[in-house]
């Protein structure tokens, strides 16, 4: 072995306790910054994939007005020509044309405004996983009824049951959810909740002429599969829309803001209704390498290609500013709370430098005399920090590993106030951690960063060393 | 054999109000294989005087010639290299680096020269059964007593065959049987290998081995005598 390390590995040892003190001070450090990140991060991941899987994907073309005011005048004509220049970017995954805009939703007695999306059905699957969102089960007053003369259930679990008149879920997971049912009693309940809740309604077929409604509107409505409903507006440069359409299906959204107005149609059937054959409000976009840089890229390239006044390409983060500066703020409240905490863990280190070099003048000062270069003082140093420090990030990330693959595959589930807000933006409530990545390497970097730091003074005290000084002590 | 030549050596202490004029000219040569004492009270310059001597200090005046070479030209790292091939030494006490074993002291410096294992090895081996610890070979200084560590010093001090080596008062931290030992030991080397050995003391028992002493007063020489 190196004689260097070998003397920096035995003084490292030669006063275990403060080597355990600093390398703990470390590990509590790195063990905390990688947990929050990861819980930071993580966080931010989940809340902008629901965002950009939810509606947005990741970048959109869209007719340069649509995004302030969503018209049906502010639409673009959907040539062949542009879907070329859009479809031979090599980055783009997917993309789903729409037609959006506002109108009125009718059956008989009772009217709504409503928010009318045409798309091409099994692109927007692939883009949104809207068949995900279409209901499976629906709480009616009858299957409820049907529910609480079942012996299954406790009293309390029927109160919860009692509650959930006019709800409808897609999945049996958001009722379990609802319902406080534990994941260990899935078994117990799951047959005859999904055979009492059960709901027939089928996704949107290619050239399909019904619609999907928001399970929300359908309740105000009093309409289901089968019925039919009217929808009433102005279509392009004024001309009235009209249409009468047979809903094939209940879409269920987190959020009850789009659970009350939303009504998907095919992207023809849309066009019908506006009269504005070949017209779209937009182009959602999934593209290959969705990291910030190469998206920025994709979109500057699909810019310069399309060439178009009336039309502007918008990445995820142009089409949600708000959340992106919540999401910084919170990023830089993060930041700052760990700038701290390692400002402190510096000045720990830089002590135990400071000690581990001047307790040891009288010896530094012998080798320096007998014939050892000063410059292998400081690297003999350095391999001692490296060590010590060393052994704390190890211990810190070995510490967080278990957090981090328990937090990933078990999220935190929210509940509450939070949770009602966060599925208001149609988040998902949960909070899961961030699988591992760059963040967890850049603990390791900042802390050997601070030791290189510590090391200076100590360095230059070493260089300025007076040899017989230090022997005499 | 000429292997030191001291030329109107002087040093002075200017640190502060009062200047301290350690050392006041000193003309003097070593031969090789000298046993020669540097003796005379407290605060005469012995130690001064030897760390010029060893490259460790400079010369405010004066000429130090080692071999040939001018060492009181001599700074920074060029300075540590020349100390590493040519001069060997013992301090007063802490000598040692305390988590190498005996044996790895005595190897640091072979290692420092880039001796290869199997001469670093037999040569600690050798020299630490010749200053009487083959048996502790293993031992860390801090399990070894104050005269058993000086001779590791000593032993340490020769390995790198040194020109010849310097020890200030390496006995004042020593019992009077591990003084004797010491002594012993470096009179045999001295003898046998004919090792140069320039020490300052100002223990009596330490002077009557001597075969040459050089009486420092007030940074001079006042006498400097040879015995047969
Ligand atoms: N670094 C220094 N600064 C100022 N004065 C010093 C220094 N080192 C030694 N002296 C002075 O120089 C004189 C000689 O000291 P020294 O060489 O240590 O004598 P000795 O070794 O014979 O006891 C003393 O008066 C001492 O106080
Ligand atoms: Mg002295």
């Not at chain 1, 609802?178 to 089928?202: F, V, W």
């Not at chain 1, 510096?346 to 040891?360: A, D, K, P």
């Not at chain 1, 010896?363 to 391999?383: D, R, S």
């Not at chain 2, 293993?138 to 000086?150: A, I």
């Amino acid at each position: 072995m190196n004689e260097n390390i070998k003397i920096a590995w035995r003084n490292v040892w030669r006063n275990k306790r403060r080597t355990i003190i600093t390398a703990s001070s470390i590990f509590f450090a790195v063990f905390f910054a990688v947990v929050l990140r990861s819980f930071q991060l993580g966080s931010y991941d989940h809340w902008t994939k629901n965002v950009i899987r939810a509606y947005t994907g990741y970048a959109q073309v869209q007719h340069i007005d649509f995004w302030d005011d969503r018209s049906i005048e502010n639409t673009f004509d959907y040539s062949d020509e542009l879907h070329e220049k859009i479809q031979n970017n090599e980055e783009i995954e997917s993309l789903v044309p729409r037609l959006e805009g506002f109108a009125l939703g009718s059956t008989g007695d009772q009217t709504k405004g409503i928010f009318l999306i045409g798309t091409d059905a099994s692109k927007e699957n692939q883009v949104t996983k809207l068949a995900d969102k279409l209901v499976r089960y629906r709480f009616t007053e009858k299957n409820i009824q049907q529910l609480l003369v079942q012996d299954l259930f406790s009293d309390a679990l029927k109160e919860k049951i009692q509650e959930q008149k006019g709800h409808a879920y897609a999945t049996f997971e958001r009722i379990a959810l609802h319902l406080e049912i534990e994941e260990a009693d899935y078994d117990a309940y799951k047959e005859t909740l999904e055979k009492a809740t059960k709901y027939e309604g089928t996704y949107l077929q290619a050239n399909d002429d019904g619609v999907l409604v928001a399970s929300a509107l359908a309740a105000f409505l009093q309409i289901g599969v089968g019925d039919t409903i009217v929808l009433l507006g102005q279509g392009y440069q004024g001309v009235t829309a009209a249409g009468k359409y047979p809903v094939r299906g209940l879409l269920h959204f987190p959020s009850p803001d789009l659970n009350a107005r939303m009504v998907y149609t095919n992207l023809q059937t849309a066009q019908t209704f506006f009269s504005c054959k070949n017209r779209i409000s937009s182009i959602a976009l999934n593209v290959e390498n969705t990291d910030d840089v190469s998206l920025s890229k994709t979109v500057e390239e699909l810019s310069n290609s399309i060439q178009d006044e009336e039309i502007t390409v918008k990445s995820w983060q142009d089409l949600n500013k708000e959340m992106v500066q919540q999401i910084q703020a919170d990023n830089s409240g993060g930041i700052l709370m760990l700038s701290v905490l390692y400002l402190i863990i510096g000045f720990g280190i830089f002590g135990t430098v400071l000690m581990m070099s001047t307790e040891r003048k009288r010896e530094f000062g012998v080798m320096v005399a007998v014939g050892m270069q000063k410059y292998k003082l400081n690297i003999i140093l350095m391999y001692e920090m490296f060590f010590i420090s060393s052994l704390g990030i190890i211990a810190g990330i070995l510490g967080s590993i278990p957090i981090i693959l328990y937090g990933y595959y078990n999220p935190i589930r929210l509940t509450g106030e939070m949770a009602a807000g966060m599925e208001a933006y149609g988040i998902e409530a949960v909070m899961p951690m961030m699988w591992f990545d760059t963040y967890i390497l850049n603990q390791a970097i900042v802390v050997f960063a601070l030791v290189i730091v510590s090391i200076v003074m100590p360095a230059i005290k070493i260089a300025q060393m007076n040899v017989i000084k230090a022997i005499r002590g | 054999m000429k292997v030191i030549e001291v030329k109107n050596l002087h040093k002075t202490y200017d640190e502060g109000e009062v200047k301290v004029e350690a050392v006041r000219g000193i003309d003097l040569t070593f031969e090789q294989g000298e046993f020669a004492a540097i003796v005379g009270p407290s605060g005469s310059g012995k130690t001064t005087f030897l760390n010029m001597l060893g490259g460790l200090d400079t010369p405010t005046k004066g000429e130090i010639d080692i071999d040939g070479v001018k060492v009181h030209n001599m700074k920074g790292s060029a300075l540590i290299d020349f100390r590493m091939k040519n001069i060997g030494f013992v301090f007063q006490a802490y000598n040692l680096i305390p988590v190498l074993s005996a044996k790895e002291n005595v190897e640091f410096i072979m290692r420092l020269q880039k001796m290869t294992k199997i001469e670093r090895d037999t040569r600690a081996e050798e020299l630490l059964k010749a200053v009487g610890l083959g048996d502790r070979m293993n031992s860390r200084p801090s399990k070894l007593s104050g005269g058993q560590q000086q001779r590791v010093a000593v032993a340490r001090a020769l390995a790198s065959k040194p020109k010849f080596i310097l020890a200030d008062e390496p006995t004042a931290n020593l019992d009077s049987k591990s003084t004797e030992t010491l002594l012993d030991i470096m009179e045999k080397l001295n003898k046998e290998e004919n090792i140069t050995f320039i020490f300052s003391t100002h223990d009596a028992r330490v002077v009557k081995k001597a075969r040459r002493i050089i009486t420092v007063e007030d940074g001079k020489i006042i006498s400097d005598e040879r015995k047969s």
